[in-house]
């Protein structure tokens, strides 16, 4: 993030990964750009600390950004770096973008701000057959949930004393239905109670060129007892 802020290059490994986040970088002209990250700190833990690196209490606006619905953020801005951060309904953490404010992510790091607004999903949609799929990322995805079930604790997992984060790729149809899922790590004694939730989750369509397209992603569930 240092990097990105500073505009210099940087290596986007496994290190990085566990340091940051799981996300995507954008490079322009051989150099780190921006970043969109899903983090596992807490919203308000992520807030707190872009206010410490701005020096300043962010701002709070609904903002549109092209392929993205719009999203209730805290926003940055100062020096050519702008920064948003929102809360990740995936798990306790944050989704996280920020980058420098030059051609050509400039306008998508701005957006477009709008009032606030809620998009529901389609009375009625049928999903098709077409095999077409894009990649998005956890944080993308967080902002375009609207009905999320929490899972339920197994009896077992608790009486263990068992958390954890399951991580679990999914597919998602033109109709934001949890179409596919297939469990990638986590806790076996968790997994079930995870599936189970999630297949009821339920999604704004994305979409890419104007229309809207089934996609592939990754969700996590964080199961922590209370102390």
Same mark, same amino acid.
């Given at each position: 993030? /240092?990097?990105?802020?500073? +505009? *210099?290059?940087?290596? #986007? +490994?496994?290190?990085?990964?566990?340091?940051?986040?799981? +996300?995507?970088?954008?490079?322009?002209?051989?150099?780190?750009?921006?970043?969109? %990250?899903?983090?596992?700190?807490?919203? =308000?833990?992520? #807030?707190?600390?872009? *206010?410490?690196? !701005?020096? !300043?209490?962010? &701002?709070?606006?609904?903002?549109?950004?092209?392929?993205?619905?719009?999203?209730?953020?805290?926003?940055?801005?100062?020096?050519?770096?702008?920064?948003? #951060?929102?809360?990740? /309904? !995936?798990?306790?953490?944050?989704?996280?973008?920020?980058? %420098?404010?030059?051609?050509?992510?400039?306008?998508?790091? $701005? +957006?477009?701000?709008?009032?606030? =607004?809620?998009?529901?999903?389609?009375?009625?949609?049928?999903?098709? *057959?077409?095999?077409?799929?894009? $990649?998005?990322?956890?944080?993308?995805?967080?902002?375009?949930?609207?009905?999320?079930?929490?899972?339920?604790?197994?009896?077992?997992?608790?009486?263990?004393?068992?958390?954890?984060?399951?991580? #679990?790729?999914?597919?998602?149809?033109?109709?934001?239905?949890?179409?596919?899922?297939?469990?990638?790590?986590?806790?076996?004694?968790?997994?079930?109670?995870? %599936?189970?939730?999630?297949?009821?989750?339920?999604?704004?369509? !994305?979409?890419?060129?104007? &229309?809207?397209?089934?996609?592939?992603? &990754?969700?996590?569930?964080?199961?922590? %007892?209370?102390?």
């Amino acid at each position: 993030m /240092q990097a990105a802020l500073r +505009g *210099e290059q940087a290596n #986007v +490994g496994a290190r990085l990964a566990s340091e940051l986040g799981k +996300g995507g970088a954008l490079f322009a002209y051989g150099r780190l750009s921006a970043f969109n %990250l899903s983090v596992d700190s807490s919203y =308000s833990e992520t #807030v707190s600390d872009m *206010e410490r690196r !701005f020096g !300043f209490a962010g &701002q709070k606006d609904t903002v549109a950004r092209v392929g993205w619905p719009p999203l209730q953020e805290e926003r940055w801005e100062k020096a050519g770096a702008l920064a948003a #951060v929102w809360k990740n /309904q !995936f798990a306790d953490g944050a989704a996280v973008i920020v980058g %420098l404010l030059e051609p050509p992510y400039d306008s998508f790091l $701005r +957006g477009t701000i709008v009032p606030a =607004s809620s998009v529901p999903l389609p009375a009625e949609c049928k999903a098709s *057959e077409s095999t077409r799929r894009v $990649r998005v990322s956890p944080g993308v995805m967080a902002g375009l949930l609207v009905h999320h079930v929490p899972p339920v604790y197994p009896v077992v997992a608790k009486q263990n004393k068992i958390e954890g984060v399951v991580v #679990v790729s999914a597919t998602i149809d033109e109709c934001g239905q949890v179409a596919d899922l297939m469990p990638i790590s986590g806790a076996p004694e968790l997994i079930p109670a995870t %599936l189970t939730a999630v297949k009821q989750w339920k999604y704004r369509a !994305f979409i890419s060129s104007g &229309q809207a397209v089934a996609v592939e992603t &990754q969700l996590r569930v964080n199961f922590t %007892l209370s102390r």
